[in-house]
């Protein structure tokens, strides 16, 4: 099956950046679709932004202009470049992967509101104070 593994989280301050990285392994031919979602204590699983096989984006409002998502198909990894990080980015961060790809506007829209995935990471948390 696939699995993924995501590092590069930690402790910055407001205003500060952080990189994420998530490694897939496993049967990576299925990982069409990828993102990144993020939940915080006592609050609903938030999609953050997501990205097609094609190396396509589509964000989040509430990170739009501040994240950025890229993929590397070669080495199976995904990457989230936070910029400008707030106190309300603070949260566990995981990376997801769908056995479907998301190449319409449309459906990269339904994948970051639904927020659900067919893989998950175990997660990698993130605090900004």
């Known amino acids: 099956d696939v699995q993924l593994v995501e590092s590069g989280g930690g402790s910055v301050q407001a205003g500060g950046s952080l990189r994420l990285s998530c490694a897939a392994s496993?049967?990576?031919?299925?990982?069409?679709?990828m993102g990144w979602f993020r939940q915080a204590p006592g609050k609903e699983r938030e999609g953050i932004g997501v990205?097609?096989?094609?190396?396509?984006?589509m964000y989040a409002d509430s990170v739009k202009g501040r994240f950025t998502i890229s993929r590397d198909v070669v080495n199976h990894t995904l990457t989230l470049h936070m910029n400008s990080l707030r106190p309300e980015d603070s949260a566990m961060y995981f990376c997801?992967?769908?056995?479907?790809?998301?190449?319409?506007?449309?459906?990269?829209?339904?994948?970051?509101?639904?927020?659900?995935?067919?893989?998950w990471g175990q997660g990698t948390q993130v605090t900004v104070s």
């Open positions: 990205i097609d096989s094609d190396g396509e984006t």
């Open positions: 496993g049967y990576t031919y299925r990982t069409y679709c």
């Open positions: 997801a992967a769908d056995r479907y790809n998301c190449m319409s506007e449309s459906t990269k829209s339904r994948r970051i509101r639904n927020a659900d995935s067919d893989y």
